[in-house]
């Protein structure tokens, strides 16, 4: 049975050595570029760690396994388009090293080419496969528009976002893990807990991701802290300030938040000198805890041996930063 990093080196290659033969390369250069940046490989490791619950051999599925990265990485293409944003990790983004256009052309040729790798599964889980990515890809789209949407209200509620992360976040590891089960051939039962269990870690990652903008080490998170702060991003953390938050808290977060001009670290010492006093951080690591513990639940429905679990939970462990 093959540990999470052995199943990690093993989808890594998988990326390194596939084919661009199509023409023109122009076309396909960006894509191959967006997929050589390397990233956590988080949905294609889930899905081959639910196939390994029920069979050996898990490499077997890697070409579906990686038209789900293909499929991740081009909505980051043109999330980084619709952002104007200048790297992802760390490297230029495909608008800025080429142009507009050619991230517009390039994402969609993108978004044809996961489902022409996805379509390679067994001639008997196809429809299955598809209709789950499909739809899927359908409320992934949908999270998007309400994360733009969200940019331009400011009474966003806590549920309406839980339900936009989900959309835009969990759907999409929970859809790893019920695909790896079907190709598995899983029951339909343990399929649908293994969704559940994917769609509370996605949600438990989500609000991690919030968390460690305002708290995490920039060396260990990877970027400058502070960006949801200084761009007014409708997280659970700001949502639940302005909640939370008595009358001179509220008062003071709505200058912040309406501040045209700003000295950016002046703007995230002060906000988060608020969340500190309304006590956000206990609030959003409560709900991280609580989505976490759900996602066990899900998992311990699973009816397979303990030790076939373990690269799995080993796995969410490491991604969530825990030791059990």
């Not at 051939?185 to 293994?194: I, K, R, T, V």
């Amino acid at each position: 049975m093959n540990t999470s990093n052995e199943i990690l080196d093993r989808i890594n290659a998988f990326i390194d050595q596939l084919p661009y033969e199509r023409k023109p390369f122009s076309l396909y250069e960006p894509i191959q570029y967006v997929l050589s940046l390397g990233g956590k490989r988080i949905r294609p490791a889930l899905m081959l760690l639910s196939y390994q619950l029920y069979k050996d051999e898990p490499e077997r599925i890697l070409m579906p396994a990686v038209a789900l990265e293909t499929y991740h990485n081009y909505t980051l293409l043109h999330d980084d388009l619709m952002d104007n944003a200048d790297l992802r990790r760390g490297h230029a983004t495909v608008h800025k090293r080429w142009d507009a256009n050619t991230a517009i052309l390039s994402g969609d040729s993108m978004l044809v080419l996961a489902y022409e790798r996805m379509a390679q599964v067994p001639h008997d889980k196809l429809a299955d496969v598809l209709s789950l990515f499909t739809e899927t890809a359908l409320e992934i789209g949908e999270g998007q528009q309400y994360d733009m949407e969200f940019e331009r209200r400011n009474d966003v509620r806590e549920e309406e976002y839980i339900e936009m992360i989900r959309l835009k976040t969990s759907v999409l590891l929970a859809c790893a893990m019920k695909m790896g089960a079907i190709l598995a051939d899983a029951s339909a039962e343990d399929a649908d807990n293994l969704y559940k269990y994917g769609e509370q870690i996605g949600l438990a990652f989500q609000l991690q991701d919030d968390l460690l903008d305002v708290y995490g080490d920039p060396a260990v998170f990877g970027k400058a802290i502070g960006g949801d702060i200084t761009s007014n991003k409708k997280t659970y953390m700001l949502i639940n300030a302005f909640l939370r938050a008595d009358d001179r808290q509220r008062a003071e977060l709505h200058h912040w938040v309406d501040a045209a001009t700003f000295d950016r670290q002046e703007k995230i010492q002060a906000v988060t000198k608020l969340y500190n006093e309304i006590g956000i951080r206990q609030l959003c690591e409560a709900k991280i805890n609580s989505y976490f513990e759900q996602a066990k639940q899900y998992l311990a429905l699973i009816d397979v041996p303990a030790e076939r679990k373990q690269p799995l939970i080993d796995f969410t462990n490491e991604m969530m930063h825990r030791d059990k």
